[in-house]
């Protein structure tokens, strides 16, 4: 089974950076995806960015530029540094993962989802 824990979320200023941190356990799989997602108040939860267990990757339009994602293989965890944030990235994030390989990407169909991490971004 997997499990994630989404952390590092926190306020921060227009402008600032935050590292948001997603610890995975149960990934024994040679091929995944991790990806982070967010819902800000009263809209729909989108996509943020992902990584595979290749090292692919995806940005949605809206963070290109100032968020990069990565992963560190040792310690099981997938990070997203988030850079020049603007009020419009204050959400919640969660992280989650797909499993398997996928003809399609960023795939669909994520099964395993984490906790929810606040971010909040001040003016």
């Known amino acids: 089974e997997v499990q994630l824990q989404a952390s590092g979320g926190g306020l921060v200023q227009a402008g600032g950076s935050l590292r948001l941190s997603c610890a995975a356990s149960?990934?024994?799989?040679?091929?995944?995806?991790i990806g982070w997602f967010r819902q800000a108040p009263g809209k729909e939860r989108e996509e943020v960015s992902f990584i595979s267990s290749f090292g692919n990757t995806y940005y949605a339009d809206s963070v290109k530029g100032r968020f990069t994602i990565s992963s560190d293989n040792a310690k099981n965890t997938v990070y997203l540094q988030m850079n020049s944030v603007e009020v419009e990235d204050t959400a919640v994030y969660y992280c989650a993962a797909h499993v398997g390989r996928s003809l399609l990407w960023p795939p669909t169909g994520f099964g395993s989802w984490g906790q929810g991490t606040l971010v909040t971004v001040s003016s």
């Open positions: 149960g990934l024994t799989y040679d091929a995944y995806t």
